[in-house]
């Protein structure tokens, strides 16, 4: 499966700032995505990112908030722009696994974000 | 669109017993598959197990078993021999094939602790 490693894995942040996380996986894949995790709460799919277009949203989610970049096949990085404590959350990177239409999604180890 | 739905927030069970995690999930969708993920405290996410919708044989790996029941919509998550490794929250995921990737749909997840 494949490799994937998150930078930062926690930061506390000031609010009104913006904060990129950068996601970096060992092969090339396709469809790179990102999710966000709320406190006690379950994964929730931000946007989904392909190489060479621009990413596709989630509801609720929208480009100025949240913009994503896809440079390559093996990068991407997910900024969250102008924090606020709501935005604390751990911000998970993730990508399909190769091999069939059945595989798995494979994930980063998460970005804690605390935003004071 | 498709809900995955945990009832059961936490449970506890003691080490070397069985404990059982309940999922439900609600599509209109034909062909899918089924996933159990875990996510212990360090936070990264590890699939326990999947199970293809066509298949009627129950996945099972090592100490992990599911009962899949298409009609009712249940995929529920059978732990044996419960061990101290296994406490972490669990989450349910739906997954679909739309056009170009997998989406996933993550249920809120179960609090599983076990006891010594």
């Known amino acids: 499966s494949a490799v994937i490693s998150q930078k930062p894995s926690r930061d506390i942040c000031q609010r009104g700032t913006s904060l990129t996380i950068q996601c970096q996986v060992d092969s090339q894949v396709t469809m790179m995505f990102w999710y966000r995790q709320q406190p006690g709460q379950s994964l929730t799919l931000i946007a989904t990112?392909?190489?060479?277009?621009?990413?596709?949203?989630e509801s609720g989610f929208v480009i100025d908030k949240f913009p994503i970049s896809r440079p390559n096949l093996t990068f991407s990085t997910l900024t969250v722009s102008n924090m606020s404590p709501e935005d604390s959350s751990i911000y998970l990177c993730?990508?399909?696994?190769?091999?069939?239409?059945?595989?798995?999604?494979?994930f980063g180890d998460g970005t804690r974000l605390s935003i004071l | 669109a498709q809900t995955v739905t945990q009832s059961q927030p936490e449970m506890s069970v003691q080490e070397a017993e069985t404990v059982t995690l309940s999922c439900t999930y609600d599509?209109?969708?034909?062909?899918?598959?089924l996933f159990w993920y875990k996510q212990p405290p360090s936070r990264q996410m590890i699939l326990v197990i999947r199970?293809?919708?066509?298949?009627?044989q129950n996945a099972t790996e090592n100490r992990f078993s599911v009962n899949f029941q298409k009609a009712a919509k249940s995929f529920s998550l059978k732990i044996s021999d419960s061990q101290l490794g296994d406490t972490a929250m669990y989450f349910c995921?739906?997954?679909?094939?739309?056009?170009?990737?997998?989406?996933?749909?993550f249920g809120s997840g179960t609090k599983l602790n076990v006891k010594p």
């Open positions: 199970q293809e919708a066509y298949k009627q």
């Open positions: 990112a392909n190489q060479g277009s621009e990413a596709t949203y």
């Open positions: 995921a739906f997954m679909k094939h739309t056009g170009n990737f997998n989406k996933f749909y």
């Open positions: 599509t209109s969708e034909n062909n899918y598959y």
């Open positions: 993730s990508v399909s696994g190769t091999g069939g239409s059945n595989q798995p999604q494979h």
